[in-house]
């Protein structure tokens, strides 16, 4: 009996220049296709000592730390691709529908490709405050209709439909492509294995479908022994998928998943389903708490969106089916990785809001240190 030799990802050439440049015998490119990159990509894959323990013995849980992609999500990602085969098509203009991430992406990477971008965003306070002012800041043309993300993605489907602008949501199949580097990464990350479980959250699903795409290609291309479990994670004000229908007003404190009728639905039941995983959902308060314990247990901020990756692993693991798993698939040791998809200085006023203010204190050294209880 003997296991079929896996081979490893072909090395990198050369200094980090981007994922196109890194993956680019796995993507839709030529070598005259002109690459528009910020170097995205190359994100760190951090163990997390406080998350293994919590998870049991014999368990590795690492968090894909995405949020240190060029403009803060791994929407870049699949933005460089998306706005290379887009100027390469010869457009002078792309459109996005956007909960926030995707509209900061699209904006800076119109930005540097000298072309106009256009977003539609959901009403009120539905956008956090980092992914608006980095939209505007770069000159996209920012539109905030009276209506919420789904509302939104279906009038920029018939806008971009009826006029001579790309549509860069991640039903565009190149968002597709550069997201499913994530995958590529996590495994040379983990040294030539996939994890034996990947979370992540699912909002509008363009992720999970990306990075289950990655594995697959990895695997069919004998890259990897053996395929992770995928569980995806919705709000639970926001999750059509775990309730079978879509949910016409969404609402959670993670606003970037608050989306009631996801565009790539049936892909991510599928990831689902031939991976043998979940999709669930988290309360707004799993994902406070998973917030504040990667923040102050692990040192690593995210917005709050993100955190319902690791919110549902511990709901997982406090019902029993962490454990399950590991009986399933008969594993001595466990890998998990977590992505965080999105920085936490996105949404300033949910961390501030989230923790204790500063204390005001006189300008003394005794008031301080009264204060630091040392008086
Ligand atoms: C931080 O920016 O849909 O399941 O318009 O910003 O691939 O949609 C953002 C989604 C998770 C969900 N985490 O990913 C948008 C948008 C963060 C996000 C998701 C988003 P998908």
Redesign the pocket.
């Known amino acids: 009996m003997s296991a079929t030799q896996v081979l490893p990802l072909p090395a990198a050439k050369g200094p980090w220049k981007g994922l196109i440049n890194r993956y680019r015998e796995y993507l839709p490119v030529t070598d005259k296709t002109p690459v528009i990159t910020l170097n995205e990509g190359n994100t760190p894959l951090v163990h997390c000592c406080h998350l293994s323990h919590i998870c049991g013995p014999n368990t590795d849980v690492f968090i894909k730390y995405?949020?240190l992609n060029p403009t803060g999500?791994?929407?870049d990602r699949g933005m460089t691709m998306a706005v290379t085969k887009a100027v390469e098509e010869g457009s002078k203009a792309i459109m996005?529908?956007?909960?926030?991430?995707?509209?900061?992406?699209a904006a800076a990477y119109a930005a540097r490709a000298g072309i106009t971008c256009a977003v539609l965003i959901p009403s009120g306070k539905n956008v956090a405050l980092g992914?608006l002012a980095q939209a505007s800041i770069a000159g996209a043309k920012v539109i905030r209709i009276e209506g919420n993300?789904d509302q939104a993605l279906e009038m920029v489907r018939v806008l971009c439909e009826t006029n001579p602008i790309t549509l860069v949501?991640?039903v565009n199949p190149y968002r597709i492509e550069g997201?499913k580097t994530g995958s590529f990464e996590i495994v040379e990350q983990l040294g030539g294995v996939a994890p034996d479980l990947h979370c992540?959250?699912?909002?509008?699903?363009?992720?999970?479908?990306?990075f289950w795409k990655g594995y697959t290609e990895l695997h069919q291309r004998n890259h990897i022994a053996a395929l992770p479990t995928m569980w995806?994670f919705q709000a639970a004000g926001a999750a059509p998928i775990v309730l079978g229908h879509p949910v016409p007003n969404p609402d959670t404190i993670?606003t970037?998943?608050r989306?009631g009728n996801?565009a790539?639905w049936k892909q991510?039941v599928a990831a689902r389903d031939e991976s043998k995983g979940k999709i669930d959902m988290v309360t707004d308060e799993e994902i406070t708490a998973a917030y504040k314990h990667l923040a102050s247990k692990e040192g690593i901020f995210?917005?709050p969106?993100?955190a319902?990756s690791v919110a549902g692993l511990l709901k997982m693991v406090n019902a029993g089916q962490l454990d399950a798993l590991r009986k399933e698939r008969g594993l001595k040791h466990m890998n998990i990785v977590c992505v965080l998809?999105?920085h936490g200085l996105?949404d300033p006023d949910y961390a501030t809001k989230s923790a204790e203010p500063p204390v005001v204190v006189p300008a003394t050294m005794e008031a301080v240190l009264g204060a630091l209880g040392m008086g």
């Open positions: 995405e949020g999500s791994f929407k996005c529908a956007s909960t926030g991430n995707t509209s900061a992406s992914k993300f949501n991640s997201q992540l959250p699912v909002g509008n699903a363009g992720n999970i479908t990306a995806g993670a970037a998943i989306i996801p790539s991510a995210c917005e969106s993100s319902a998809t999105g996105k």
